[in-house]
Structure formats: structure tokens, C-alpha cells
């Protein structure tokens, strides 16, 4: 069973617009990573925000955490057509020695 | 560096042969991991090694087995290939264990069962 679930499971904007996507978990967590995977390659590493922060930048990307919803967002502002590609959460548990991804968002930046 | 680096990149099975993925990684890293990514299903664990010589059971690990013999290379071995292993594999890096950073992923190895 997958202990991430991203919501919503496609998303299509203009080039410009936010993108915002969601991460709903199960379990308690040491930290919450997000990865980016383009067509037919592997997984590039995001951003990762410690089960203690609330809130983190990286760049376009802001991510938020909420422990007592067990849930965390993705925001990219100001979208470009080379954002398209499938977001993944992932959440770590705290043995630290594995992730567990979710389903992934599939994101659409039409030019 | 390379980074991760996954062979074959494709290959084609009849129900039944066998066959092995390498995965090699030039970051010294101690964790290393095989993931299998089916459409809608995001990516599910099979097996990982925390270092040299040791290995474990992911979420999916049954008609795998892996080898981790030397720091840099683990093998995910298929003994009898099924249909339902047809998948897109992905072999995955960490230095400190993921408590602490990301994982570093090859670019992917896709397998067809026929």
C-alpha cells in the first residue's frame, strides 16, 4: 500500500499560473520529500522538509507540511512549459532506511 | 560522475527465463535501493541494502532477489519471469539514509514479460 497519495492525480495550466498539488500520508513521518520525474526518465530529487518544519523555498517551489493533517503541498509559481512532468511525495518513516512514494501528479504547463 | 547507472535499459523476457539488472553507483553511497514503477501505482519498493553484503525486503519483494556484493553494484535478479513483473525498474542511491537526504535514481530499466 502506498503511504503517499497526491491529489490531484492530473493538472493542466498555462504557462504563468501556479500549480499547487497535495501529499496525504498515513503514518507518522521524519521528513516528506518531493521529486519530479520527466517522460521516460528516472526520479530528480525536489526539495525534503523535516516532520519539525512547517514551511520551506526552494527556489519556484514552496512546500508546507501539516503533521496533525498528515498532509503537505507543492506550490510552483510562475509555471514554465519545462515544469511539465509527474510530481511524487515521498515520506520517510523513522527507521530512515526507505521511502515510500505516492501515485504521483501528473503536471500539463501549456505554453 | 556518473551517478547511478542502470543496465539493460530495455529488454524483452518469455515467461519463465531469467535475467539480472546491475545497478551501479560512483557516489560511495551506503543505501541502495530497487524500485518498480507500474502506471497509476507510483513507485513500490522490492528490496534495499543499508551497506556491503546486506540486504532487505521492501513492500514487493516476492520472484525478486537482489545482491549487494560490493559497495557500488546491486543486482536485482528475476529467477522466473511472470507477466505481472513487466515494469519499469528503478535502481536508487542514498549516502546517509534517507532520514537525512535524497535519493539519487538511474534513469530507469524498462522490462517486458511476454
Known amino acids: 500500500s502506498q503511504q503517499g497519495e497526491e491529489d490531484p492525480q492530473a493538472l493542466s495550466i498555462q504557462e504563468g499560473e501556479n500549480a499547487t498539488m497535495n501529499c496525504s500520508y498515513k503514518?507518522?513521518?521524519?521528513?516528506l520529500q518531493w521529486y519530479r520525474q520527466n517522460s521516460g526518465r528516472g526520479l530528480v530529487h525536489l526539495i525534503l522538509?523535516?516532520?519539525?518544519?512547517r514551511e520551506k523555498h526552494s527556489g519556484r517551489l514552496r512546500v508546507t507540511l501539516d503533521t496533525s493533517k498528515k498532509s503537505s503541498s507543492l506550490l510552483i509559481t510562475a509555471s514554465r512549459a519545462a515544469d511539465t512532468a509527474s510530481y511524487f511525495c515521498?515520506?520517510?518513516?523513522?527507521?530512515?532506511?526507505?521511502?515510500?512514494f505516492g501515485g504521483g501528479t501528473r503536471v500539463l504547463v501549456k505554453p | 560522475n556518473a551517478g547511478v547507472t542502470q543496465t539493460p535499459k530495455f529488454r524483452v523476457l518469455k515467461t519463465g527465463q531469467s535475467m539480472t539488472l546491475l545497478c551501479a553507483q560512483d557516489?560511495?553511497?551506503?543505501?541502495m535501493y530497487w524500485y518498480r514503477q507500474d502506471p497509476g501505482m507510483g513507485l513500490r519498493l522490492i528490496h534495499y541494502s543499508v551497506g556491503e553484503g546486506t540486504t532487505a525486503k521492501g513492500e514487493v519483494p516476492d520472484g525478486y532477489n537482489v545482491s549487494r556484493l560490493k559497495k557500488q553494484n546491486f543486482l536485482l535478479g528475476l529467477e522466473s519471469a511472470a507477466p505481472s513483473q513487466t515494469s519499469v525498474y528503478f535502481c536508487?542511491?542514498?549516502?546517509?539514509?534517507?532520514?537525512?537526504?535524497?535519493?539519487?535514481f538511474g534513469e530507469g530499466s524498462r522490462l517486458t514479460v511476454l
Open positions: 557516489m560511495n553511497h551506503e543505501y
Open positions: 536508487a542511491s542514498n549516502g546517509q539514509g534517507t532520514n537525512t537526504g535524497e535519493l539519487f
Open positions: 522538509i523535516r516532520s519539525n518544519e
Open positions: 515521498a515520506t520517510g518513516g523513522a527507521a530512515g532506511n526507505k521511502l515510500t
Open positions: 503514518t507518522s513521518i521524519n521528513n
